[in-house]
């Protein structure tokens, strides 16, 4: 875990992701925006043909790593590396295990510095309990759309309840753009 604690190095840390094609998007998305470790939790998917087809390569060049939960703790707690947990904001109050969404902020607010662990949760069920509420995790969500005009009226990308979440390897470019190219 050496190479996660240097300064300078971002991480993503895959929380049960289980589709082989999310963990090989994230990781192609990884090597765009110079991520090279990417932290695998047990249930995680596991490195394989599909998710080497799916990352279009990258995945050769990142080192990849299985930690658990623990890990993150003991890697903010010796060596100052930030974990931050990506959150769904509409979720937050449904969920049994999840904090107030007062607790979390937008991910375009949070300020970028190197030494950080980006946390994405499971398809579906997001990160876990264990990581959401713990002590040395910094919680974000990705903000919802903006009102934009359709035709002749207005239309409000928060409002539709049709949409609570995005994919993960989505959300994982999303984040990755915030933390890497936007400041």
């Known amino acids: 875990m050496r190479q996660v604690a240097q300064a ?8 049960r992701v289980t589709d082989a094609h999310n963990v090989g998007s994230i990781a192609r998305t990884c090597a765009f925006f110079g991520v090279r470790n990417l932290l695998l ?25 299985s930690a658990k939960v623990s890990t993150l703790e003991q890697l903010h707690s010796t060596h100052g590396v930030r974990v931050c947990v990506a959150c769904v904001p509409r979720d937050a109050a449904a969920r049994a295990d999840a904090l107030p969404l ?3 902020v937008a991910a375009n607010a949070i300020e970028a510095r190197h030494g950080t662990i980006v946390v994405l949760g499971s398809e579906g069920g997001g990160a876990r309990a264990a990581l959401v509420g713990a002590k040395f995790a910094r919680r974000f969500y990705v903000p919802r759309g903006a009102q934009h005009q359709v035709d002749d009226h207005v239309v409000d990308a928060a409002d539709d309840d049709n949409l609570d979440s995005l994919n993960v390897a989505v959300t994982a470019g999303i984040i990755l ?7």
């Open 8 to 15: 300078g190095m971002m991480s993503v840390y895959l929380d």
């Open 41 to 65: 939790s047990d249930g995680c998917c596991p490195l394989n043909n599909v998710v080497a087809a799916s990352s279009a390569g990258a995945i050769d060049a990142m080192r990849a790593f």
């Open 102 to 104: 007062a607790t979390a």
């Open 177 to 183: 753009h915030e933390f890497t190219w936007s400041r």
